[in-house]
């Protein structure tokens, strides 16, 4: 998990270097890793049902990163069925520790679902790198860049406030203030 979480930090470098692209591959990796043995453990004694938030936080976050890879122009270095096999086991999983319809862990599983949809969809994001455009916190930024696309395309949300809109970092209070302005969404599943 905490693997997981560290290497989000690759998005943040600037796109075009190959310790970028090596870093980022290796997130992939290191989310590969955490699906399987988070699926091997739900398998043998049945974890998702009881597991904390910050476990489904993480699992959702290598969903994500999945999610950019293989959508990508690193596609080619990976083997895309093999992610879309784990991120459905992700997705699974998430459903799975949902405990009623309309919970955290059943939202968050809808959500990533579409955003898969739309990710598979654009064609002229499998041309380009992975990327986030909101950067203050790790993993954090990566959920949140994912939860703001989501919103342009599902929410009715037109585009990233311009504060968020650069792509470089901005300050954790700047975020907020701009983050507060929209609806509950990051409130819920963050």
């Known amino acids: ?27 992939y990796a290191a989310a590969m890793i955490l699906i399987a043995k988070v699926a091997d453990a739900d398998e043998k004694w049945n974890i998702t049902q009881f597991a904390p938030s910050g476990f489904i ?65 654009l064609n002229l994001r499998k041309e380009e790198e992975p990327t986030v455009h909101i950067k203050s916190r790790w993993g954090a930024s990566l959920l949140h860049d994912s939860l703001w696309m989501w919103r342009e395309e599902f929410g009715g949300q037109k585009a990233l406030p311009p504060k968020l809109n650069a792509t470089t970092s901005t300050s954790p209070s700047s975020n907020s203030r701009n983050i507060s302005t929209g609806k509950a969404v990051f409130v819920v599943l963050w």
């Open 57 to 121: 936080q993480i699992l959702t976050i290598a969903a994500m990163i999945l999610m950019k890879i293989v959508n990508s122009s690193y596609a080619s270095y990976i083997d895309t069925e093999e992610g879309k096999r784990a991120f459905n086991t992700a997705a699974s999983l998430l459903r799975k520790s949902s405990v009623e319809d309309n919970d955290l862990q059943g939202r968050v599983n809808k959500i990533i679902a579409q955003l898969w949809n739309l990710h598979r969809n």
């Open 1 to 27: 998990m905490a693997c997981v979480q560290l290497r989000t930090y690759y998005f943040f470098m600037s796109p075009g270097t190959d310790i970028r692209k090596q870093g980022l591959l290796k997130a």
